[in-house]
């Protein structure tokens, strides 16, 4: 216990009530609590990363991309933004086991097997796989990113046509290629204008990290939950009873505070973007 | 052949979960729609005291996930069963999710709305407003007559999202409500049906494609009533649905 440590002079200040509450929410399975902020936090920066280069890549496909490629890019965009998030965070890893599954039983199934197993999934039993935790983690970052790189784009395919027209023709003026234009001038001035909408994404993306339980990891969430029910021990009686509703009180609070905090952090980037651009001729201070 | 009727089969199978989803977006929607105005209201107010409670109401709402304030609010309800409800003789009623989804969805879309208000009452043309006042208009009348329409102009393409959004935000409720019978919505329906084939492709893609539908259908709904607010205004319209917008040229 981390409170035996506190010197003796401090605990009778505090008094035994105090102490008793102070090891409760620092014993084992507490700190193993805390500590899960790690997979939560873990998702978010792989989904935002994720979501920031599909993003950028689907609005640059739709804008600037020969015909079948807008198809596509647009198709993505709208089909991901008319689905629940959910839905599909549930269904990309899914779908991905079951491909690999797939590609992995034409490997080791043999006719017999796969006639033993027809209508079932996997086709044969010796094609099951099985992911650990950290293997779900990473698709779970990456289902949201490809959820909200729709969103991301949607963002970033307008800011691309608010960038000033005079700078992209004088930078075909100077001899660049179409790519060149793009990738040198176009999408470097397009995060000014495309960073309020990126700071609204991300904000979504912050509170989908809640889902992260759903697929079976044991996150900030799940913790919480299996914390907060009724605690009934053979040694010690009940301990509790349900006690839900407290730590999902704290867990609303973490969120305010990462909100909160991503509010910050994006309003000084977005100064640092501005500096030296006359923002307010172009009415957008 | 197969193809199709197996997909056939599946939509049909899935038409009376879809009714559940619409049921609590629309369940939610009237009551969030009138509350968001007054929080928009109070979060413009100049009464410190209105002021302070309305932005926090908002910042808390808009700040923390649905599915973790479903947990909290459904674990809330639980935690006053025996003491509150059982008593008054409505704990049937409270701790049905008929009831307690649409309430906490309402919770939700009041303050996400009351945003979108805000954001359009600031922006309402202040000389409108100035010279509804030298008409000696009361503030009662002014709101009638001048905010309010101005508002809803302004705001319904976003509200439009925001419903939009909502809508599909109502796939998260049974994941932590209590499934009464076979009272199950799309998502719900779709994992129980996974579970038996594991065919995630079928049943994920079809509860996807009723979402896509419906979302599309409020969309189509929302841009008429836009287009009716707007009809007196000397520019086109510009919510309007078209294939050339979803499909390639990006809106200019």
Not at chain 1, 112 to 118: E, G, S, W
Not at chain 1, 263 to 279: D, H, Q, Y
Not at chain 2, 186 to 204: C, G, P, W
Request: glycine share 8%; charged share 10%; proline share 5%.
């Amino acid at each position: 216990m981390l409170v035996d440590w506190l010197p003796q002079g401090l605990k009778d200040i505090l008094g035994p009530d105090v102490i008793f509450w102070l090891g409760y929410i620092t014993n084992g399975k507490h700190l193993n609590w805390y500590a899960s902020v790690q997979y939560t936090l873990a998702a978010m920066l792989l989904g935002g990363a994720v979501a920031l280069v599909v993003g950028v890549l689907a609005a640059a496909a739709r804008n600037n991309g020969p015909r079948p490629l807008r198809w596509l890019a647009a198709g993505y965009i709208n089909i991901v933004r008319g689905v629940p998030d959910v839905l599909f965070f549930l269904f990309f890893p899914l779908a991905f086991e079951q491909g690999l599954e797939w590609l992995y039983s034409l490997q080791v199934c043999t006719a017999d097997t796969l006639a033993l197993n027809v209508g079932k999934w996997p086709p044969c039993p010796a094609a099951n796989l099985s992911f650990n935790s950290v293997a779900y983690l990473v698709l779970a970052g990456v289902s949201l990113g490809i959820v909200y790189g729709a969103f991301i784009a949607s963002v970033v395919a307008g800011a691309l046509q608010s960038v000033p027209q005079g700078q992209l023709e004088a930078a075909r003026a100077y001899g660049m290629s179409r790519i060149e234009v793009l990738r040198r001038v176009h999408i470097r001035q397009m995060w000014v204008y495309a960073l309020p909408g990126i700071a609204n994404v991300w904000m979504s993306i912050v509170k989908a990290t809640a889902l992260l339980s759903l697929l079976q990891i044991f996150d900030f969430v799940a913790w919480a939950q299996r914390l907060g029910a009724s605690n009934f021990s053979k040694a010690a009686g009940l301990v509790h009873d349900d006690w839900r509703w407290r730590y999902y009180l704290v867990l609303l609070v973490f969120y305010v505070l990462v909100t909160f905090v991503s509010e910050k952090i994006f309003s000084a980037i977005g100064s640092r973007l501005r500096r030296g651009m006359p923002m307010a001729e172009q009415g957008l201070t | 052949m197969n193809l199709i009727e197996t997909l056939l089969a599946e939509i049909v199978r899935m038409a009376p979960a879809a009714l559940f989803n619409i049921y609590f977006a629309f369940a939610a929607i009237p009551v969030g729609f009138l509350l968001a105005i007054v929080f928009a209201l109070g979060k413009n107010a100049r009464n410190p005291l209105l002021n302070r409670l309305s932005r926090i109401y908002i910042y808390f709402f808009r700040g923390s996930p649905f599915f973790i304030q479903l947990f909290a609010f459904y674990s809330l309800a639980l935690a006053f069963n025996v003491s509150t409800w059982k008593p008054l003789g409505i704990d049937w009623l409270v701790l049905n999710p008929l009831f307690l989804g649409p309430a906490i969805l309402m919770l939700n879309t009041t303050a996400y709305t009351a945003e979108i208000f805000y954001g359009a009452l600031i922006t309402v043309p202040r000389g409108e407003v100035e010279a509804a006042r030298a008409y000696g208009m009361t503030r009662g009348q002014r709101f009638r007559s001048v905010t309010w329409p101005n508002l809803i102009r302004l705001a319904w393409p976003a509200y439009t999202n925001e419903v939009v959004f909502l809508f599909q935000t109502t796939a998260l409720v049974y994941f932590t409500l209590p499934v009464i019978g076979d009272q199950r919505d799309l998502m719900n329906t779709a994992e129980v049906l996974f579970q038996k084939d594991y065919n995630v492709f079928l049943h994920f893609g079809v509860a996807a494609g009723y979402f896509l539908a419906i979302s599309l259908a409020i969309f189509f709904l929302f841009g008429l009533i836009y287009r009716r607010l707007m009809r007196h205004m000397p520019q086109q319209a510009t919510m309007r649905f078209s294939w050339q917008r979803l499909f390639g040229q990006a809106p200019q």
